[in-house]
Nanobody, 129 residues
Framework: QVQLVESGGGSVQAGRSLRLSCATSGFTFSDYYMGWFRQGPGTGREGVAC???????SYADSVQGRFTIFRDHADDTLYLQMDMLKPEDTAMYYC???????????????????????WGQGTQVTVSS
């Protein structure tokens, strides 16, 4: 049973940093591509960043250069390092996982929420100006 548990959210001032963690269990970490998504009040779920099973990453334009997604294969944890935070980054952040098809390249990942079938419960990030 796939389990994803996010942590690390909080309230910070603009310009500061936070690191989100997603502890995983119940699946072979390296066989899955993963992503971070966020959803603010009254908005849809936005794909922030994703990482392939070979650790290749892709970012939304809104966070490119400020956020870094990476995975630690030693403890099967996904991270999102968020630097230079802005008030518009305020949202609930979710991690997600999807088993990579054997016909899909190891670098593949997706920032489309419909491509994921395993989700964590979310962690709140609030950035004040």
């Amino acid at each position: 049973q796939v389990q994803l548990v996010e942590s690390g959210g909080g309230s910070v001032q603009a310009g500061r940093s936070l690191r989100l963690s997603c502890a995983t269990s119940g699946f072979t970490f390296s066989d899955y591509y993963m992503g971070w998504f966020r959803q603010g009040p009254g908005t849809g779920r936005e794909g922030v960043a994703c990482v392939g099973s070979d650790d290749s990453a892709s970012y939304a334009d809104s966070v490119q250069g400020r956020f870094t997604i990476f995975r630690d294969h030693a403890d099967d944890t996904l991270y999102l390092q968020m630097d230079m935070l802005k008030p518009e980054d305020t949202a609930m952040y979710y991690c997600a996982a999807r088993r990579r098809s054997p016909y899909t390249s190891s670098w593949y990942c997706s920032r489309r929420s419909s491509n994921f079938d395993n989700w964590g419960q979310g962690t709140q990030v609030t950035v004040s100006s």
